[in-house]
């Protein structure tokens, strides 16, 4: 026979996972509306990060629809260390280290744009000395340059 300490307890915790479901389940649908700020409040609360794994996956995937890749990745190592073995979390973090190479090689290639952008002739003065030698190159293999613009 089970003591009504016992009773009390198990009711508590059937409770607590009631409420967490309903919890998980409205975040996902503000998360889904696009709401992610409203989501992470209603997930993370007053305490921080939750120790609840389907609301460290739902927090990583909140993070990863923002392109938040390594806090999603944390949250995910996070999630599979409260539930080990499970395949959905390590396959998730596979795509999200993926992610985060992309990301990184699409800043560097953007970076290098900018860079010849302002080198090919973004910059006027590189502009005029690129006119100038062009100039010289003319004048060397005997053609005469244009006339400069008045």
């Given at each position: 026979?089970?003591?009504?300490?016992?009773?009390?307890?198990?009711?508590?915790?059937?409770?607590?996972?009631?409420?967490?479901?309903?919890?998980?389940?409205?975040?996902?649908?503000?998360?889904?509306?696009?709401?992610?700020?409203?989501?992470?409040?209603?997930?993370?609360?007053?305490?921080?990060?939750?120790?609840?794994?389907?609301?460290?996956?739902?927090?990583?995937?909140?993070?990863?629809?923002?392109?938040?890749?390594?806090?999603?990745?944390?949250?995910?190592?996070?999630?599979?260390?409260?539930?080990?073995?499970?395949?959905?979390?390590?396959?998730?973090?596979?795509?999200?280290?993926?992610?985060?190479?992309?990301?990184?090689?699409?800043?560097i290639v953007a970076l290098l744009?900018?860079?010849?952008?302002?080198?090919?002739?973004?910059?006027?003065?590189?502009?005029?000395?690129?006119g100038e030698i062009r100039a010289?190159?003319k004048i060397l293999g005997g053609?005469?340059?244009?006339?400069?613009?008045?």
């Amino acid at each position: 026979m089970e003591t009504p300490e016992k009773a009390s307890q198990q009711f508590r915790e059937t409770v607590q996972t009631c409420f967490a479901q309903m919890r998980v389940a409205r975040a996902a649908e503000l998360a889904r509306s696009r709401r992610y700020r409203e989501a992470e409040d209603l997930l993370t609360g007053h305490e921080g990060n939750p120790s609840d794994p389907r609301e460290l996956d739902l927090l990583a995937r909140i993070a990863a629809q923002q392109r938040q890749y390594p806090r999603a990745r944390h949250l995910w190592e996070v999630a599979l260390q409260r539930l080990p073995g499970q395949a959905e979390y390590e396959r998730a973090i596979v795509r999200t280290r993926r992610a985060e190479r992309l990301q990184t090689i699409g800043r560097i290639v953007a970076l290098l744009v900018v860079v010849a952008l302002v080198v090919a002739g973004f910059n006027p003065w590189i502009r005029s000395r690129v006119g100038e030698i062009r100039a010289q190159i003319k004048i060397l293999g005997g053609q005469r340059p244009p006339a400069p613009a008045p």
